[in-house]
Nanobody, 124 residues
Framework: QVQLVESGGGLVQAGGSLRLSCAAS????????MGWFRQAPGKEREFVAT????????YYADSVKGRFIISRDNAKNTVYLQMNSLKPEDTAVYYC?????????????????WGQGTQVTVSS
């Protein structure tokens, strides 16, 4: 059974940084692309970043481009999201997910397993 467990969320002041981690098990991690999504209260879940199976291909939502960095360590079955210059509008529950293929994607429909989420709160 595939399991994804996020960690690293918390409360941070605007302009600060956080690093989220997502540990995966139950699937050959290095075969599949991974992604991060977020959901703010009253809003739909939205794409944040995605990374290909090797890590060379990364894509970001315009709202986080230049501030967030997605990376992965296939030896540790872990994907990371380094979040810098955080803004109050980044406040949300952040979810990691694994795709059905090796190709990175912003399409939520391409993701078949999800973590439970970790709360990120950015105060102004």
């Amino acid at each position: 059974q595939v399991q994804l467990v996020e960690s690293g969320g918390g409360l941070v002041q605007a302009g600060g940084s956080l690093r989220l981690s997502c540990a995966a098990s139950g699937r050959t991690f290095s075969v599949y692309a991974m992604g991060w999504f977020r959901q703010a209260p009253g809003k739909e879940r939205e794409f944040v970043a995605t990374i290909g199976r090797i890590g060379g291909n990364t894509y970001y939502a315009d709202s986080v481009k230049g501030r967030f960095i997605i990376s992965r360590d296939n030896a540790k079955n872990t994907v990371y999201l380094q979040m810098n210059s955080l803004k109050p509008e980044d406040t949300a529950v952040y979810y990691c997910a694994t795709t059905k293929t090796s190709l990175p994607s912003s399409d939520i429909g391409r993701y078949d397993y999800w973590g439970q989420g970790t709360q990120v709160t950015v105060s102004s």
